[in-house]
């Protein structure tokens, strides 16, 4: 559970970002508590995917600020963009946090192991025996440890998304980021990804952001939700108020279409 009172581990102040005209975030601010599990929610092409990634600091943003734990994330402008100060502070912030994607993203040419090794010991040093111990700890969490030998290709869409979860981890970050980690799965494998974020969030003290259209998921999962059109959040609120009683028009007419499509909320 989140600790309401504590100081935030995200505060992102008023940002904005646009892909050459169209302004996908304008001014955009929230903050998320440390240990919160967070969803955003919202229509295709609302902007969660790209805040996200700029969290990442996979994109840049054109305007306002990003604290992690206290820390700008991005706090040199240039050529009228924000971007991270130096090298140093982007390593340094980007081992925060772990991001996993919708479509894996797993080096194919490389074992499970060697997948999930491969940033402690580029990025940080770490010696392999002590890269392999730890990743064997982390496979064994998202119940793949006996394919640690195996290569990307011999395992299902369930089975590489697990372990590219225990690749995020690797680093040891204390914010996950979990974009559409289940909407590239075949219905039958969405369960066993769920179930290893279920572990992470009983089993862990990490800050949780997830994007999904797994609403029934997001209900059960998150302390908050914020609900997403055109950039900006519409509506915020506990699971419980925003899908049974969401305020908002826009809110409304969203679950109105996820529950005649025959999904749960
Ligand atoms: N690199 C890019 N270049 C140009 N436009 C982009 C880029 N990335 C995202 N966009 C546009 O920005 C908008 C927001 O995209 P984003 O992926 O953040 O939305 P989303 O809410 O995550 O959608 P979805 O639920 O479909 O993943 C979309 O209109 C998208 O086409």
Partial sequence: MASANAAPIIEINGISKSFGSFKVLDGLSFKVAPREKLALIGPSGSGKTTILRILMTLEGIDSGDILVEGENLYSMPKNGRMLPADERHL???????????????????????????????????????????????????????????????????????????????????????????????????????????????????????????????????????????RGKIVEEGKPDEIFRHPKQERTQAFLKKIIAAGHRV
């Fill in 91 to 229: 390593h340094k912030m980007r081992t925060k946090i772990g991001m996993v994607f919708q479509l894996f993203n797993l080096f194919p040419h490389m074992s499970v192991i060697d997948n999930v090794t491969l940033a402690p010991i580029l990025t940080k040093g770490v010696k392999r025996a002590d890269a392999e111990r730890h990743a064997m700890e982390l496979l064994d969490m998202v119940g793949l440890a006996d394919k640690a030998k195996a290569m990307p290709a011999q395992l299902s869409g369930g089975q590489k998304q697990r372990v590219a979860i225990a690749r995020a981890l690797a680093l040891s970050p204390r914010i996950m980021l979990f974009d559409e980690v289940t909407s590239a799965l075949d219905p039958e494998l969405v369960e066993e990804v769920l179930n290893v974020l279920w572990r992470l969030c009983e089993e862990t003290d990490m800050t949780m952001l997830l994007v999904t259209h797994e609403m029934g998921f997001a209900h059960d999962f998150a302390d908050r939700i914020l609900f997403f059109d």
